[in-house]
């Protein structure tokens, strides 16, 4: 079975870098068809998505974040990583990550939730 | 840019009852919609794709339908387990993108 699991701080000062990592089990990153997808979803409110990359490195961001955004892989370790830079109490949110089969978001990680806090 | 808008924000309904959830997209979007469950403290679950698809291992009693513009994810007779918040989504291939709406509540 699929698995993902994000790592990474719970706490980020204001305008620093949150970095995250997401490592793959059960299954390799390198698979045909699969991107590998971000989300977010501040507290009590809605998902949003970030970005996704595939395993040749091939990125695509949402819009709205693309300036601050930076997705990339690593097969040899089967995991893929976020760096969000500029961080503002607007960041605070749980994120995840999860396998984009053609479009689908089928498997997901657990989350892990993110407070920009000085 | 699609924003994808779902009806009722909550929906109040009671075990055995069915449940009919909307989402309407801005544009035209074709069967290029996904729908997810999510309980408290959880992960999204996938439940439907290409508008109309289970996915894998998700009980008959979820449907959906709909193109274009207006979606539907039926519940026929509602499961305890089957209280959570319910999201749209909508994906475009190139460029790549999804946008979630913003959430149906289903409570008892």
């Known amino acids: 079975q699929l698995q993902l699991q994000e790592s990474g701080p719970g706490l980020v000062k204001p305008s620093e870098t949150l970095s995250l990592s997401c490592t793959v089990s059960g299954g390799s990153i390198s698979g045909s068809s699969y991107y590998w997808g971000w989300i977010r979803q501040p507290p009590g409110k809605g998902l949003e998505w970030i970005g996704s990359v595939y395993s040749n490195g091939n990125t695509h961001y949402n819009p709205s974040l693309k300036s601050r955004v930076s997705i990339s892989v690593d097969t040899s370790k089967n995991h893929f990583s976020l760096r969000l830079t500029s961080v503002t109490a607007a960041d605070t949110a749980v994120y995840y990550c999860?396998?984009?089969?053609?479009?689908?978001?089928?498997?997901w990680g657990q989350g892990t939730p993110v407070t920009v806090s000085s | 840019e699609i924003v994808m808008t779902q009806s009722p924000a909550t929906l109040s309904v009671s075990p055995g009852e069915r449940a009919t959830l909307s989402c309407r997209a801005s544009?035209?979007?074709?069967?290029?919609v996904a729908w997810y469950q999510q309980k408290p403290g959880q992960a999204p679950r996938l439940l439907i794709y290409g508008a109309s698809a289970r996915a894998t291992g998700i009980p008959t009693r979820f449907s959906g339908s709909g193109s274009g513009t207006e979606f539907i994810l039926t519940i026929s007779s509602l499961q305890s387990e089957d209280f959570a918040v319910y999201f749209c989504?909508?994906?475009?291939?190139?460029?790549?993108?999804?946008?979630f709406g913003q959430g149906t509540r289903l409570e008892i």
């Open positions: 999860a396998r984009d089969l053609l479009r689908r978001l089928d498997f």
């Open positions: 544009q035209s979007v074709s069967s290029k």
């Open positions: 989504q909508h994906y475009n291939d190139w460029p790549l993108m999804f946008t």
